[in-house]
């Protein structure tokens, strides 16, 4: 039987700790996905790639969700505080590119958004260990958050002017 604190402390490793080799591979595997996300997104916004391949690039998409939506979890779980993990600046992005997923299935158009996934690429601070350059970053995740207000407004405008051309 595994140690529940043991395996924890091992997960927190792998998760949280760039130092290490595990977490190094965890952090690489991440940003690849967080690449191929956001290619995914792109290449579904080009008509003839969609029309060809977009039931395998939606599919594709919602297991990378899948995968994105376990690590946050996954970091949530195994933190002391989950709170300020939660509220910290990564853990905003992680729920915000993840959110927008979830939001597209209600929201027709919403899903363009998922393009805010891009934002996870800042973990590429923490694993070449740039992270002096958070604060920076922090002003500019205010503006982003700004601008995906602004975007989610106009984005549940046109679905509700689209519904009511419907009726």
């Known amino acids: 039987m ?32 967080i690449s191929v996300s956001i290619i995914t997104v792109s290449l579904e916004s080009v008509k003839i790639i969609s029309f060809k391949y977009g039931n395998f690039l939606y599919a594709f998409e919602w297991i990378i969700t899948f995968f994105f939506t376990l690590e946050y979890i996954l970091r949530v779980f195994i933190v002391k505080n989950p709170k300020s993990y ?4 990564f853990g905003i992005i992680d ?35 740039l992270s002096r350059y958070v ?14 207000v602004l975007n989610l407004l106009l984005l549940l405008k046109k679905s509700q002017l689209k519904f009511a051309r419907t009726v």
């Open 95 to 129: 729920f915000l590119s993840i959110l927008l997923s979830y939001i597209s299935i209600f929201i027709v158009g919403a899903h363009g958004l998922v393009v805010i996934r891009a934002l996870r690429l800042l973990r590429v601070f923490r694993v070449f260990k």
């Open 86 to 89: 939660i509220f910290s600046f």
């Open 2 to 33: 595994v140690d529940n604190k043991s395996f924890k402390n091992r997960l927190y490793e792998i998760i949280f700790e760039a130092d290490t080799k595990a977490g190094k591979a965890f952090d690489i595997i991440l940003l690849i996905l």
């Open 135 to 148: 604060s920076e970053s922090m002003e500019l995740l205010l503006c982003l958050q700004e601008l995906l």
